[in-house]
C-alpha cells in the first residue's frame, strides 16, 4: 500500500524573508516579502511546475496573510498574484495598504539587483 501524500504545510522562513509551502517533504513553492515600517510587502510568489494546479499558491498566500494578521502588520500586495488573492477574499480587506509609488521605489532599494 502506498501511504498518503501528506497534507502542504506553511512555513515562515524569516532568513530568506519569505513563506514556503511544503509538498511531499519538498519545497513547492513560496510568497517573498519585505518588511517596511509596520507592512509586509508582498512582491513575488511562485510554486514550482512539479507542483501547479493543486491549489497550493492560494493556501500558501491565505496562510501568509493570516500569519502577517496575527503579527499586527499590514498586507501591500505588489505580488500580482496576491493582490488577485486580496479581490476575491476579502477578509484582508481591513488590514490591506495600497501599493505607491514610494513603496515599490523603497522595494527596488532593499532586493539585490
Known amino acids: 500500500m502506498t501511504q498518503p501524500a501528506a497534507a502542504p504545510t506553511v512555513q515562515?522562513?524569516?532568513s530568506?524573508?519569505?513563506y514556503?509551502?511544503?509538498g511531499d517533504g519538498k519545497t513547492a513553492g513560496f510568497t517573498a516579502?519585505?518588511?517596511r515600517d509596520g507592512q509586509?510587502?508582498?512582491?513575488h510568489t511562485e510554486i514550482d511546475d512539479a507542483f501547479a494546479g493543486q491549489g497550493l499558491a492560494s493556501l500558501l498566500v491565505q496562510?501568509?496573510?493570516?500569519?502577517?494578521?496575527a503579527s499586527g502588520k499590514r498586507i501591500v500586495p505588489v505580488c500580482p498574484y496576491v493582490a488577485k488573492f486580496l479581490k476575491k477574499h476579502d477578509q484582508f480587506a481591513d488590514i490591506t495598504d495600497p501599493v505607491t509609488p514610494e513603496v515599490l521605489q523603497w522595494l527596488h532599494t532593499v532586493l539585490p539587483h
Do not use: G, P
Request: no cysteine.
Open 40 to 43: 509586509r510587502v508582498f512582491y
Open 20 to 22: 514556503e509551502i511544503l
Open 33 to 35: 516579502y519585505r518588511d
Open 12 to 14: 515562515q522562513v524569516d
Open 16 to 18: 530568506k524573508h519569505r
Open 63 to 69: 496562510q501568509a496573510l493570516t500569519d502577517v494578521r
